[in-house]
């Protein structure tokens, strides 16, 4: 190597490590820039989200949401409305509460009966008996009881009706003087699954052709 070649790689090296860095530079500066406005622009969306299903397990009561339900009512459960043959004891006009089977059965004329799919209580909350229909509301506002509140410290004090979250949905029938309630629920996945604190949950467009059918001192039995 001579003399005179060193001085020129020297000179190689200086020229091109600015240009690598000045490169660089802007182009992770954009990225940077770019992940942080994704970030800025997802994040109220994903703590929407997270506080909407925080919400749904609450009211649930911290069961965990098995069904699945889409906006045409075909979820392959059979819980949708249906007219069915039914041979009871039980004259025309009275609801048929089978909490084992989670259906719901509007007695008709000829053997037959209205069946919906119902959501029942949880293990602990489930009863049974005979009551009738003293009260309809539509669009019913929704405070705890004292001993929802004991068990669920976070659970909201009231909802006014009209809130797409109010756990009674759009339409509720109350039962003789307990606290149990027919009523709709905006968790239409919660329809046969077992995790209310004793209600029988329906879906929104079921409750309110329910509602339409049965009169007050309609009789309710429980089984």
């Not at 905006?186 to 309110?208: H, L, Q, W, Y």
Request: charged residues 25%; proline residues 6%; glycine residues 12%.
């Amino acid at each position: 190597m001579s003399a005179g070649q060193l001085p020129s790689r020297r000179r190689d090296r200086s020229f091109a490590a600015p240009f690598r860095a000045g490169w660089m530079e802007p182009v992770l500066t954009r990225h940077v820039a770019a992940m942080a406005a994704i970030a800025t622009l997802l994040g109220p969306v994903s703590l929407a989200q997270a506080q909407s299903d925080e919400r749904q397990d609450m009211l649930r009561g911290g069961a965990t949401k098995k069904g699945i339900y889409n906006i045409f009512g075909f979820d392959g459960t059979d819980f949708g409305r249906t007219t069915v043959r039914y041979d009871g004891k039980y004259k025309p006009g009275t609801i048929v509460v089978d909490t084992t089977e989670r259906k719901l059965y509007l007695v008709q004329q000829n053997g037959s009966a209205l069946r919906y799919g119902i959501g029942v209580g949880r293990a602990g909350f489930q009863w049974k008996g005979t009551h009738k229909i003293t009260a309809k509301k539509e669009n019913p506002a929704w405070t705890p009881p004292p001993e929802m509140i004991a068990r669920q410290k976070d659970v909201p004090r009231h909802m006014k009706g009209g809130d797409p979250m109010n756990p009674l949905g759009t339409h509720a029938m109350y039962l003789g003087s307990t606290l149990y309630r027919i009523h709709g629920s905006p968790d239409a996945d919660s329809v046969g699954e077992a995790e209310s604190s004793g209600c029988f949950r329906m879906r929104n467009t079921d409750v309110a052709d329910l509602y339409k059918r049965v009169p007050l001192g309609t009789t309710v039995v429980v089984k």
